[in-house]
């Protein structure tokens, strides 16, 4: 899967569905570094943000992973 791909993978999934996380980046689309894809839809204009959320890992643990947004105001 080249790069173009996924980049139309993760903006689709944003129009579409409002949000977008790494696992589900991962999972959907084979997306294993949504920073980066994230970060070339930056570069080609998109204004799109992130939300931090917390979560309990299977460690009982708080981690904070990122849901992406995208901002069409």
Known sequence: MNPNTQIEDVLYH??????????EAANLYGVYCLAQRIADLRAEGYKIENLPFAVINRRGRVSRPAKYFLNEK
């Open 14 to 23: 944003l129009k579409k569905f409002k949000t977008i996380t790494k696992l």
